[in-house]
C-alpha cells in the first residue's frame, strides 16, 4: 500500500514511510502541539473546530488512508454558514469550505439531534470511510459511505447514506428560507463541490462528522 499518511512531530511533513524492520506503512500522528501548528498550516483557524480537525486525524492515524485528502462537517455551526471542509494534509492546505445540510430530523437551522437508526432521517456523528462512487438514482453521481463507530454509525450502508449533490444546498435557498434544506440523513452537498468530491475523494478516504455531544 502506498501514499499512507505519514506525520513527522518534527516537521509536520507529510511523507510515504514504511516500518523499518517490517516494511509496512506505518502512520504517525502529531501531539497536540503539532496538530495545533498543522491546524493553523491548513488555514483552518476559526473557520472549524480544532477538536473536529483533531478527531479526524485519530481516524487517519487508525485507518491509514492512501488518501491525504480528508473531508470534515463541523455541525456546531448552523446550515446557512459553511461548515464542510476538504484538507489535503500532504501539502497542508484547505482544499473547500461549503455549505453542507444535514438530516430532517436532526434540527432546523442548526444539528442538534443525531441517531443511528434506521429511518430516523437524522445525520449519524462519527468517521465514515468512502466505499466508492455509485449513481444514485435520486441524486445521481454519488459517494457511498461506511460508518466506522459501532452504535454510532454503523447503521450507514442500511440506511443509504451517501454523500451526493442537492438543489437545497445553495446561498440562494439560505436567502430564501434563511436555512438549508435538509436530507434524509445524507451530507448533501451544492453540485459543483459534489464534482469536486468525486474527483478528489476516492475508496478509503476519511469523512468525519462532528457535533458537540
Known amino acids: 500500500m502506498v501514499g499512507i499518511v505519514f506525520w513527522s512531530l518534527f516537521s509536520l511533513f507529510y511523507s510515504h514511510h514504511s516500518d523499518i ?3 509496512t506503512p506505518c502512520i504517525e ?10 491546524y493553523q498550516s491548513c488555514g483552518l483557524d476559526g473557520l472549524l473546530s480544532f ?22 462537517c463541523d455541525f456546531t455551526k448552523p446550515s446557512s454558514e459553511k461548515r464542510f471542509f476538504l484538507v489535503d494534509l500532504e501539502n497542508k492546505k484547505l482544499l473547500i469550505s461549503s455549505l453542507v445540510a444535514h438530516g430532517r430530523n436532526s434540527g432546523t437551522l442548526v444539528a ?14 462519527g468517521a465514515y470511510l468512502v466505499l466508492n462512487k455509485i449513481i444514485s438514482p ?8 461506511d460508518g466506522l463507530d ?5 447503521n450507514a450502508r442500511k440506511r443509504e447514506i451517501i454523500m451526493h449533490a442537492a438543489d437545497y444546498v445553495s446561498e440562494d435557498y439560505i436567502k430564501k428560507y434563511g436555512r438549508l434544506g435538509r436530507s434524509f440523513g445524507c451530507p448533501a452537498l451544492p453540485q459543483d463541490i459534489m464534482d469536486q468530491c468525486l474527483d478528489k475523494l476516492n475508496e478509503g478516504s476519511i469523512l468525519y462528522i462532528y457535533a458537540k455531544p
Open 21 to 23: 524492520l517490517t516494511g
Open 51 to 72: 477538536e473536529a480537525f483533531e478527531k479526524t486525524l485519530d481516524y487517519v492515524q487508525r485507518y491509514a488512508p492512501t488518501n491525504p485528502i480528508v473531508a470534515i
Open 150 to 154: 459501532k452504535g454510532l454509525n454503523d
Open 112 to 125: 442538534n439531534s443525531f441517531s443511528n437508526r434506521i429511518q430516523s432521517l437524522q445525520t449519524s456523528l
Open 29 to 38: 500522528v502529531p501531539e497536540t502541539n503539532a496538530i495545533s501548528l498543522a
Open 138 to 145: 435520486k441524486h445521481g453521481r454519488a459517494l457511498l459511505l
